[in-house]
């Protein structure tokens, strides 16, 4: 590996780490495991993955799949498919454009996706085998695509939140989700902290699209006053920690349901991620 490589590898990493050490409530992290699903699955799949990840010789339906295929030969589970989608043109904006700023590159990179780069990523989504993703009509994962990944991530983002971001530029992360982390950050000096920040906020604002693939929207009301009954608990917090059993107790809330945000702990992944790279290799606009 380059040590440009081997640096991507350590960030990516440690914003899986930092994810998995943050107390989300109704998904897996250190404090509880969940859904047949432990921290150990998470941290091999991080591990597994990265190598593929940021490969700059491969393109980016490529890192995408080969991700996946060494997650799936590794663990029994769908962990990181959403953490790979997110976190991949993230990588591939760095390696392509390096002297642009992150968020420039980034649409770069969306603009230029190809129909190679769909038929991969059909291929890893197909491989994962997640509930309910990748079944419509007019580009099924099952047969080959016939346009750019780009627009095919546009005929899924009315029901999949991870494919908006291929078509708003991760407008979600970079005009909202990066400054809550950032302000969180700056408030406690805790990355672990700020991820629950992001976490909390991002279900205050957002339906999960995983919950909603599962439930449609028969919990989003509730999981949202939830989310607005912690986010308010944080704003108040001089010192996080103390809100560990509260933090739990809506935990157990969640899972007693059987209810697993677990697109939104993928962008608290990808937002971790962008914080972290911004703050080594260039800058946020």
Not at 9 to 25: D, F, H, M, N, T
Not at 183 to 198: E, I, K, L, P, Q
Not at 209 to 237: C, F, P
Not at 248 to 277: C, M, Q, W, Y
Request: glycine fraction near 4%.
């Amino acid at each position: 590996m380059s040590e440009q490589e081997l640096q991507l590898s350590l960030l990516y990493r440690q914003a899986c780490e930092i994810e998995l050490q943050a107390l989300k409530p109704g998904n897996v992290s250190v404090y509880a495991d969940g859904h047949d699903m432990t921290v150990a699955d998470f941290r091999l799949s991080a591990e597994v993955s990265a190598p593929f990840l940021v490969k700059p010789s491969l393109s980016l339906g490529e890192k995408i799949y080969y991700a996946i295929e060494a997650t799936r030969l590794a663990v029994a589970c769908n962990t990181n498919l959403g953490i790979i989608l997110l976190c991949a043109p993230i990588v591939e904006a760095l390696q392509r454009y390096p002297d642009l700023p992150l968020r420039q590159g980034v649409v770069h990179v969306l603009r230029h996706t190809t129909i190679d780069d769909a038929n991969w990523v059909f291929r890893a989504i197909a491989l994962a085998a997640p509930g309910g993703l990748g079944d419509a009509k007019e580009q099924d994962v099952h047969t080959k695509a016939s346009v750019s990944l780009t627009e095919a991530m546009a005929l899924a983002s009315d029901r999949d939140r991870i494919a908006l971001q291929y078509i708003n530029n991760y407008a979600d992360i970079f005009d909202f989700l990066s400054y809550i982390y950032y302000n969180a950050w700056s408030r406690w000096g805790d990355h672990y902290w700020a991820a629950v920040t992001v976490y909390v906020n991002c279900l205050c604002n957002f339906a999960d699209s995983h919950v909603e693939r599962k439930y449609g929207s028969q919990y989003n009301d509730w999981i949202q006053t939830k989310m607005k009954q912690a986010s308010l608990a944080l704003s108040e917090a001089d010192n996080p920690t103390q809100l560990i059993p509260f933090f739990l107790s809506i935990d157990h809330e969640l899972k007693s349901k059987r209810i697993n945000p677990g697109t939104t702990a993928d962008f608290t992944v990808a937002t971790a991620f962008i914080v972290l790279l911004e703050s080594q290799f260039c800058s946020p606009n």
